[in-house]
C-alpha cells in the first residue's frame, strides 16, 4: 500500500472528524456597551467596544464599527461607564496597620506594603507612588520591580532630601527617614545614590516646619535639580506653610519639575502667575486638606475599613456638625483655581498613608468642589499622572495600552462621587478579585 505524503497526511489529519475544525491560540475579550471615558480629555464613546488580547488594548470604538475575531469571549456592559484606572502621585504607603489603626515603623514590611497595594486596588488605583519616605529603602525597590496579583503598581522615589534626616514629615515614626543636606555636595551626593538605585523622582522638602527644622536652603536645592537633571531625573518639591509662596516662585526659576501640594500659606498673586506662564511644564500635585467624609460615605467605606475606624469616621461627622468652613480648604482651592486658569499641569494625589486608597475618591471629589470639571479631575488622575510618572502603558483606553480599566455603576461626568461606585476593576488584563480582597480586609481571612 502507498504510504501517504507529509502534505496529504496533514491534510487527513486536519479534515478527520476526531481533530474538529482549527483552535485560535488568541485570548481575546469584547468588553461592549459601556460609555466609555478614554482618559484623553476627549468626548466619551457611547456603547462603545474595546478588544482586549491578554493584557493589552487592542481595538476601541463604537458598536459595529468593527468584526470580532473568532473566539472571541463577549462581555454586556450596558448601562455602565468605563475610566481609566486611576494613578495617585503622592502616597506614603507601609506604616499604617488599618486593621488596628496603628502607625510605626514596624508596621513597614512587606505583607502590609502589598496589603496597601491592594487596598488601591480594590478602589481602581493601578499605580501609585510612594513619594519619599521608604524606612527600609532596599524592600521598597525591590518591590517596586515586582508585578503582585490584585494590586497596584508600586512606584518609589526612595528615601528623600530634606535639610537633616530629621527635618522631613514630624510624626515620630516618620523621622530620621529622609537623606539629610545642608552643602551643595550633600545635595549631589544624595541625588547620585538616588540613580545608582534606578529613581527617577526625586523628592526634596523645602520646609522649616515653622522654624523649628533646618531648611533645604536654595543653593542646596539648586544643586540638586541640577544634578538630577544631568542625570534625567526630575525633582518634586514638597513646600512649608511659612513661606510657601515665595520658596516656589525661587524652585520655578531653579528649575523645579513639580510641585506636591498647592500653594498654603497665602493666596498666590501675578508674579507667581506669571512665573507659571514662563514655565509651561512644571506640574502640581494639588493634595488638597481634604472635605471630609459624610454619612452618605459609610456604607461603600464600610466594604474595606474595620468597624472602628468607620465608628471614627462616624464620630468626626458627628463633630462637624455646625462648624464654619475650612480656612485653609478654601485657601488651597483658590490656588488650585489660579494654578488652572494660567494653565499649570494639574495632576492628583492624595498624600494618605493612615487612610490607604479610599481617599483617591474623596480627592476627587474635593478637586471638583475648587473648581475643576468632572472631567478635567478625572484626566488628571489618569492620562496627567501617567505621563509625570513616566507610565506609559497606563492613563488611557487606547490601542496598545495595558488593559488596565474600571467599570463603574454610574458615570461620573455626571456626578463625580459616582468613581466610588466600582463594579470591576482589572489590572493587566486580568479582573481584581475584589470579593476576595473585601474578605481579607474586613475579615482578617489570609
Known sequence: MRRLGPCLLCLAVACSPEAGPPQSTRNITSFEGAKLIVGDGG????????????????????EGETDLPSGTVRVDLKGKTVIPTLIDAHQHLGFTNVKDGTSSKENYTRENLIEHLERSAYHGVAATMSLGLEYDEALALQLRDELVPNAARFLTSGRGIAGTPMAGPQQSYRLGIPRGAQTEAEGRAAVQELQAHGVNLVKVWVDDREGTVPKVE?????????????HGMRVVAHLGTTSALEDAKALLQAG???????IRDRDIDEEFMALVVQYPEVWTIPNLPGSPVTVDDLPWLSETLPPFEVDNLRRQIERRKGEESDDLFELQCRNLGRNHDAGMIIGMGTDSGTSVGWTTHT??????ACGLSPMETLVAATRVNADILGLDGLGTVAVGKTA????????????INNTHLIVQVHLSGKEVDRAALRAKFVDGAP
Open 43 to 62: 468626548a466619551p464613546i457611547e456603547n462603545s467596544v474595546f478588544l482586549v488580547e491578554d493584557d493589552v488594548f487592542t481595538w476601541v470604538g463604537r
Open 218 to 230: 536654595p543653593n542646596v536645592y539648586r544643586a540638586i535639580i541640577d544634578e538630577a537633571h544631568f
Open 256 to 262: 523645579i519639575d513639580g510641585f506636591a501640594h498647592t
Open 363 to 368: 480627592e476627587l471629589r474635593d478637586m471638583v
Open 404 to 415: 488596565s480599566f474600571v467599570v463603574l455603576e454610574a458615570d461620573p461626568l455626571e456626578d
